[in-house]
């Protein structure tokens, strides 16, 4: 058990439609990371708050959005849903930067 | 264009033997380095990881030893189980000021440890 909580475990939904993807990062982790992983392009990186601010983007989609609250939680919305974006979303957290991120479980999304 | 690269998909080990999983990465301002294992159904659960002011970091079974020269790293595990079988990747970072971290991820390789 890493001690990172993403819910719900398992998504399915239809193309247009928008959804919420929650993170609780370890206790005592500052920052949270959101992941994505599909078939054809293993674990990428999306994007990292720290303390409730946005630290580094990678490849996230203008459809997609998140934030970290101030009790340390983090939601990851995606809209506009498509069948592409069925994938596996990983979250990870850590206490600063150098020291390693710890994942979640995963939410299983499924576009239909 | 994948900075971090296992060329591996799949490596098959007797049990007690060692286990070599093998990454490369491109990017030079790399330097923190993590192997991650992965079983199905499950997240990455972080195994060991090495700064790049050190060649080599030892964790009970599990050894990371990195080249920069050669901008390579790999993990021996000693002895191989068969509960060691999962993918395993290799993840990369660089530090971009402040608390900036992100994590760039190998493809992967599927080891299997024979009973």
């Known amino acids: 058990d890493s001690g990172v909580t993403q819910t719900p475990k398992h998504l399915i939904t239809a193309t247009g439609q928008r959804v919420t993807l929650r993170c609780s990062p370890r206790s005592g982790d500052l920052s949270v990371y959101w992941y994505q992983q599909s078939l054809d392009q293993g674990l990428q990186f999306l994007i990292q708050?720290?303390?409730?601010?946005?630290?580094a983007k990678g490849n996230i989609l203008e459809r997609f959005s998140a934030q970290q609250f101030p009790d340390l939680h983090s939601e990851l919305n995606l809209s506009s849903l498509e069948l592409g974006d069925s994938a596996l979303y990983f979250c990870a957290s850590s206490v600063d930067q150098g020291q390693p991120q710890h994942f979640g479980d995963g939410t299983r999304l499924s576009i239909l | 264009d994948q900075q971090v690269k296992q060329n591996s998909p799949s490596l098959s080990v007797q049990e007690g033997r060692i286990s070599i999983l093998n990454c490369d990465y491109t990017?030079?301002?790399?330097?923190?380095f993590l192997w991650y294992k992965k079983y199905p159904a499950e997240g990455p659960t972080f195994l060991i990881s090495?700064?790049?002011?050190?060649d080599k970091n030892e964790d009970g079974r599990f050894t990371v030893f990195l080249n920069k020269s050669a901008k390579h790293l790999s993990l021996h595990i000693v002895p191989s189980q068969p509960g060691d079988s999962a993918v395993y990747f290799c993840?990369?970072?660089?530090?971009?000021?402040?608390?900036?971290?992100?994590?760039?991820f190998g493809s992967g390789t599927q080891l299997t440890v024979l009973p």
């Open positions: 990017n030079s301002m790399f330097d923190y």
């Open positions: 993840a990369a970072s660089e530090g971009r000021g402040g608390s900036a971290r992100q994590l760039t």
């Open positions: 708050y720290y303390n409730g601010e946005e630290r």
């Open positions: 090495i700064s790049s002011i050190k």
